[in-house]
């Protein structure tokens, strides 16, 4: 019969200890100085493999986000939210599909993404990491005091 381990040890990672700014004064260091990449990645504690990357330009010295990079650009992302933000002020919140939706014309409209590949609700849980003022609540229905409050004149204040 198998004995079991007392005391399992946990396996701890060491991803990501290390400052932007070691990394880049790393990466200039082997450029400027043509020092070899382990000693130098040694010396500043980066990664040896990361700042191989960063050296043989398999990755841009730049980045310091791991995965690609995000489909819209900031202001275009911005015009997205305001439009979010406008319908909910209007009284119209979107569903988490419809954000999807109108994300996935607006890449097509913008030439982006092809019209047979729409965005997933993955792309909408990083979208609201990148804004969080932007809240998914459950939809309501629409009352008929509201509903009847509403004209032309109140909406287009």
Known sequence: MRRKQSNPKKIIKHRGLYSPTALHNAYLKVKDSGLPVRIVAKQYGVPHTTLWDR?????????????????FSQ???????????????????????????????????????????PLSV???????????????????????YRAEATSKANVHE
Not at 83 to 90: C, D, I, N, Q
Not at 93 to 104: C, D, H, L, R
Not at 109 to 115: E, S
Request: positive net charge; proline residues 8%; glycine residues 6%.
């Open 122 to 144: 993955k792309w909408f849980k990083g979208f609201q990491q990148r804004w969080p003022e932007l809240r998914v609540v459950r939809p309501r229905a629409l009352s008929n």
């Open 55 to 71: 050296v043989k330009a398999v990755i841009d010295p730049e980045c310091l986000k791991p995965g690609p990079a995000p489909l």
């Open 75 to 117: 202001e275009e992302e911005v015009k997205l939210v305001d439009h979010v933000k406008t319908m909910a002020a209007l009284g119209y919140g979107y569903t988490i599909s419809e954000v999807v939706a109108s994300a996935t014309n607006y890449a097509v409209f913008l030439g982006k993404r092809p019209n047979d590949k």
